[in-house]
């Protein structure tokens, strides 16, 4: 009597804790119009992740129950966003995401010279002080957030627009 209560204890403990789902999802490439392959996924705080397949599509196994931020990315930039596992969850993701400085929207005609030839797109960035040490370190900025060039520099006028 006393062992079959310590198995159900036991099975009543590893149903409660140990429920599983999954992820299925499709990479879309907003550039190129089809699946992004070969974008890294990541489920933060965990040692979960894949890479999309050839035709953008990935698949997470095995994660626990809960809700966790995933990031979705290429190198040097990605995009994060909030997903609650309770079962199989499928998700759409476009890459990059939208981005205000886009330079497909925004025009990098110089509102000084009128001309284009001489405007480059700026990087912003911040250098700050690394924890704990004397060694400063540079943080990218905005351009790495949505993974799109911020707004354009004139090089003849010297005008930042
Ligand atoms: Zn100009």
Redo the contacts with the bound molecule.
């Keep these: 009597m006393r062992i079959v209560l310590i198995i159900f204890l036991l099975t009543s403990v590893i149903y409660s804790f140990g429920q599983l789902g999954s992820i299925t999802g499709f990479v879309f490439d907003r550039g190129q119009g089809k699946g992004l392959s070969s974008a890294n996924i990541v489920l933060d705080g965990t040692t979960i992740g894949c890479a999309s397949d050839s035709k953008g599509n990935f698949r997470l196994d095995s994660v626990p129950f809960g809700q966790y931020r995933i990031r979705i990315g290429m190198v040097a930039c990605d995009t994060t966003m909030t997903v609650n596992v309770n079962g199989h969850v499928k998700m759409e993701v476009t890459f990059p995401p939208p981005c205000k400085y886009d330079m497909a929207v925004n025009d990098n005609r ?6 284009r030839d ?2 480059i797109p700026i990087n912003y960035g911040l250098l700050v002080l690394a924890r704990g040490t004397k060694r400063r370190e540079y943080y990218d900025g905005g351009c790495d957030i949505s993974c799109c060039m911020p707004n354009w520099y ?4 010297k ?1 930042k627009f």
Excluded at 154 to 157: E, G, M, S, T, W
């Design positions: 110089c509102p000084r010279c009128h001309r001489k405007s004139c090089k003849r006028d005008l």
